[in-house]
């Protein structure tokens, strides 16, 4: 329980700041900086203590500066959302800090090289603010550097602290540095590996892995021919009637109850879901990786698409609700497939067989799946179909067409 409440504590204070319309990238240089500022407070209690211990009361003061004003910056930030003043606030004071506390120590080996802590500010600058800004604090992190060389031998200072509380903090200075540093940079790289994980998902779902791959290689794919690809089309009977007797709200969630049981079904197979149009759905077989077992596929999709929508007709008679009735086409050909526009591009194929294919839901009826004599030749020793004969289709002319009805000798 304590560590589910520690884990929510963290959650809620990687939040601090941040605002509904941020994109990804800002939430994540917020709550970076956010959970940064929690350990450097405490550090800078630690070392203030320490030093006030150790005799050295001004050296103790900056420190517990710090921690006050990180604080106090911090609260500013959560009532005011103003990220670029807690930003500059937060890089500022790492810079500057370090340095007059090693002045105050006297010089480097006094001071137990503390102005390394000033170097967090150039490498949480790359991680809290744009890449183009950081040289600056490298630079302003470098010449601090010199000008301690500088002032080290013409302000020359003595310390108070003993040889062993000079190592002690040498130690601590190297090693909590370090640390920090990793673990600014591996909350980063862990946060960006999630967002680029989750883009790539979403992008996965809009293009099949080959074309994704190619895309991320390349900036573009090229399209490409496919001799023999099955394709497939659904529509629902009398949507239009349907559509205007239901609540908008309803008739999307009818859509997308079924769409997603089409997904599921489509998801079992080496399938390629191209798109949605209104009520119609559309997937094909073949692209874009090649198999010789496409129709058979289809085939299988085409009819658990059926056995759903019996069942959803079921259940929405029981429920004494509205249903829709489904028409199933699929016919086999070639195809040319690939991806058009630069924005808000989509996987999708071209060809006459789309069309026949088209022709082959249109031409149906209610219920069934009517499929090409096309695709009948490559499915028959599988499944048994009706012989329709030849079927005039709109702009098509005659097409041998056959009702599926079931797996070979179970029909």
Known sequence: MERGYFFKMFADLSRIGARPDDSEEVRLRKSLLVISTIPFVFVGALWGSMYFLFGEQQAGIIPLSYSLFSIASLIHFGFTGQFRVFRFNQLLLILLLPFALMLALGGFINSSAVILWSLICPLGAMLFDEQSKSPAW?????????????????????????????QLFFVLNIVLVGTLIFMMFYYFVEKKNYFQERSEALLL???????????????????????????????????TQIAEKLPASELVAEIDYCFKAFDSIVGRYPIEKIKTIGDSYMCAGGVPVVNSTHAKDMVRVALEMRQFMNEYALTRTTEGRIFFEIRIGVHTGPVVAGIVGDKKFAYDIWGDTVNIASRMESSGEAGKINISGTTYALVKDEFHGLHRGKIHAKNKGEIEMYFLESVSGKG
């Open 205 to 239: 779902n809009i293009l099949p892995l080959p074309i994704a791959e190619e895309l991320k290689m390349k900036g573009r794919t090229d399209a490409t021919f496919f001799e023999n690809v099955t394709v497939l089309f659904t529509d629902f009977k009398d949507f």
């Open 138 to 166: 490298l630079w302003a992190f470098i010449f601090l550097v010199f000008l301690s060389v500088f002032l080290q031998f013409v302000f020359p200072m003595e310390s108070s602290m003993t040889p062993l509380q000079i």
